[in-house]
């Protein structure tokens, strides 16, 4: 069974805070790996991938550990602006991109 | 950028009335989606397609249809609609494994 887990929380921060959140994937053969955010609603949007190396776009970096299987998301000096859910992202399907969601984790940044 | 067009934001219609809900991509994009998303659901895949006059059922086609004559459309028909399909429907298009772009949804209402 294909399935990707995330803590729905919510997390409530204060602003300028650092937070992440972890995501567990089933299927070891999955073969890409996203974040996306959605902002209350609105449609996701793609927020980065995630490489095995791991990557950083300003103050969001992302991270996978394929022997464990998780994906990890970092968001540094927290804004107002960040709130929103978060919704990781797993690729089995190949080149088609057949994606699978995991139900999100909505993070609430507070002044 | 992709831009991924929803024909309605917002529909409101009566159990058994036959529903289409249309979906245009303007990037040559050979895959399209259509998903549902829930309170604590998630998105959940209904159908897919990976071509003209191709698709490919998901997770929940159960009272769907979908139509793709043309690549750059792909509609999604509700045969006779009933209120447990009260949902917000995503529609979103690829153009490989990267990644996807939706459309601003269609939040639709049976009573």
């Known amino acids: 069974r294909k399935e990707v887990e995330q803590d729905p929380g919510p997390f409530n921060v204060p602003e300028g805070a650092t937070v992440a959140f972890n995501c567990t994937y089933s299927?070891?053969?999955?073969?890409?790996f996203f974040w996306y955010r959605q902002d209350c609603r609105k449609e996701p949007k793609l927020l980065m991938s995630?490489?095995?190396s791991g990557n950083e776009d300003g103050r969001f970096t992302a991270q996978l550990n394929r022997a464990s299987q998780y994906i990890s998301l970092l968001i540094r000096d927290s804004k107002l602006s960040d709130s929103a859910t978060y919704l990781c992202?797993?690729?089995?399907?190949?080149?088609?991109?057949?994606?699978?969601f995991g139900k999100g984790t909505k993070l609430s940044v507070k002044p | 950028d992709v831009k991924v067009t929803q024909s309605s934001r917002y529909l409101v219609k009566r159990t058994g009335e036959k529903v289409f809900l249309e979906c245009v991509q303007d990037?040559?994009?050979?895959?399209m989606f259509w998903y549902r998303q829930d309170p604590g659901l998630g998105l959940r895949l209904i159908y897919f397609?990976?071509?003209?006059?191709?698709?490919e059922k998901g997770d929940i086609p159960e009272g769907y249809s979908v139509s793709r004559e043309k690549k750059e459309r792909f509609s999604l028909i509700l045969e006779s609609a009933s209120t447990n399909q009260t949902s917000m429907y995503l529609c979103?298009?690829?153009?490989?494994?990267?990644?996807?772009?939706f459309g601003s949804g269609t939040r639709l209402t049976v009573v």
């Open positions: 397609s990976y071509d003209v006059k191709m698709k």
């Open positions: 990037m040559d994009h050979e895959n």
């Open positions: 979103a298009s690829s153009l490989d494994s990267y990644g996807y772009t």
């Open positions: 992202v797993v690729n089995y399907g190949g080149s088609q991109g057949n994606l699978i």
């Open positions: 299927n070891s053969a999955s073969q890409s």
């Open positions: 995630v490489y095995s």
